[in-house]
């Protein structure tokens, strides 16, 4: 259903080509949280519990409906998800990931501009990590130009909504 709706829609490639304002891709973004926010009440939980991961954006990422649906759909399916939202610092991820023993790291990322700051924070968690480190998944338009940047990284990258649920 988001697959067809984005198909549909392509608020992203509009706004990148200049066919619609700043001010347009504002409000359909205010639109479709309002609308994740309706849909979220009448999705029913499983009663497992898959996991515990941490959702985020990254220091300068100003984008978060795609880490938001990510959330609420792992949530939906039975994890214990953290959402953290868009824009912080790697120090407040970091943070989040110790206090919750959080098991997956879920990195959401719209601007290409923004891959250093994910190449950032994933040595900096499986530098004071190590060994516990979550596993790490990203996930985003960004990477629809930097296809070899998971790889590089030593990440898992995912490409859409439904495969992030069966990835995960």
């Known amino acids: 259903m988001m697959r067809e709706f984005a198909q549909k829609c392509?608020?992203?490639t509009l706004w990148e080509r200049n066919k619609i304002t700043v001010a347009q891709e504002h409000m359909a973004t205010s639109i479709t949280q309002y609308s994740i926010a309706a849909i979220f009440p009448l999705m029913l939980p499983l009663c497992s519990h898959r996991g515990s991961p941490v959702v985020t954006g990254v220091s300068g990422e100003l984008h978060q409906i795609?880490?938001?649906?990510?959330a609420d759909s792992m949530e939906a399916s039975g994890w214990k998800v953290r959402f953290l939202g868009r824009?912080?610092?790697h120090s407040s991820v970091l943070a989040a990931i110790?206090?919750?023993s959080a098991d997956t790291l879920c990195i959401s990322t719209t601007l290409?501009?923004?891959l250093p700051s994910v190449e950032e924070l994933v040595r900096m968690v499986q530098a004071k990590l190590g060994e516990s480190?979550?596993?790490i998944v990203v996930g985003g338009s960004a990477y629809r130009l930097a296809t070899h940047l998971?790889?590089?990284i030593g990440v898992t990258e995912i490409t859409d909504l439904r495969q992030a649920i069966e990835t995960l």
């Open 98 to 100: 110790e206090e919750s």
């Open 87 to 89: 824009n912080l610092p």
């Open 10 to 12: 392509r608020i992203g």
């Open 112 to 114: 290409v501009a923004n």
């Open 66 to 70: 795609g880490g938001n649906l990510v």
């Open 133 to 135: 480190a979550p596993r």
């Open 150 to 152: 998971a790889r590089a």
